[in-house]
Structures are given as structure tokens and as C-alpha cells.
């Protein structure tokens, strides 16, 4: 099972969609979290949202990323005589419960290629901190 899950100060995942993302069947777009000594990583793989219909905020130790997309395609052929008009809505939400060593005034967020990399640092002090082995004895 991976860290992120299992460290109570980074705290769980929560999930929470409205349509099929992409249409692939999916609730949400792919996500994935990495840790390392100074920070945690996000990753959402969002190919076709645009930067301006990403929104991100942090609200009570939680960071809530999401998109809604509203799009209209119209053709029209005169020498055919159709007129043709798509609507589509795709929207995702996501939660991440961040734990007290996560310095939330820091957070930073780059777009590139349909990617989203979320950097979420933490605190000095829990930069600091190392694991505590515990020595297994034989009985």
C-alpha cells in the first residue's frame, strides 16, 4: 500500500464526481500523489480542460481541485441545407485531506500539456522529522 495513504498527517483521499470523465467510463481523471523529504506532489492527467476552467482552493485543511467545461459546436451548410448543434458538460471534483504537515500557504500549481502538477510543501518541522525504527525482538 502506498505512504500517502497509510500517514495520518497527510490524512486520506476523497473522491467525489457529477458526470463520466472524458466518457471513458471514468469518474474522474486520474490522479497521482508522490512523497518526498520536502514535499507531496499531485498529478491529475485533465487532456482537453483549458487553464482558465481549473479551479483550485484549500478550505479546512482540505484541497478541492475541479473543472466544469460547458462547450457548443454549431455547423451549418447552406448548399446541404442542415444545421447541427452539439452540447456537451464535463465536470470533475476532487478532495484531498491535507494533514498538518502540509504548509498550505505554499501550495503551488503548473499546467503543462494537460497535466496539472499541485507541489504541496511541508513545514519545516515535519521536514526534519526522520522515521522511528522499532526493533523487532525474538522471543
Known amino acids: 500500500m502506498n505512504n500517502y495513504l497509510m ?3 497527510f ?7 457529477f458526470d463520466n ?11 497521482n500523489i508522490k512523497e518526498a523529504k520536502d514535499n507531496y506532489t499531485v498529478e491529475l492527467e485533465i487532456p482537453g480542460v483549458d487553464l482558465k476552467d481549473i479551479k ?11 473543472s466544469e467545461v460547458d462547450e457548443e459546436r454549431e455547423e ?3 448548399d446541404e441545407k ?15 485531506s491535507l494533514g498538518d ?7 503551488t500549481a503548473h499546467f503543462t500539456n494537460g497535466i496539472l502538477n499541485i507541489t504541496l510543501p511541508k513545514k519545516e518541522e515535519a521536514k526534519s522529522e526522520e522515521p522511528k525504527l522499532i526493533p523487532v525482538e525474538e522471543n
Open 7 to 9: 500517514n495520518k498527517d
Open 11 to 17: 490524512g486520506s483521499l476523497m473522491d467525489s464526481a
Open 21 to 31: 470523465w472524458m466518457g471513458l467510463g471514468s469518474k474522474f481523471p486520474p490522479m
Open 56 to 66: 483550485l482552493k484549500v478550505n479546512k485543511h482540505v484541497l478541492e481541485v475541479s
Open 76 to 78: 451549418h451548410n447552406e
Open 82 to 96: 442542415y444545421l447541427m448543434k452539439e452540447t456537451s458538460h464535463r465536470s470533475f471534483s476532487r478532495e484531498i
Open 101 to 107: 504537515d502540509v504548509n498550505e500557504d505554499a501550495i
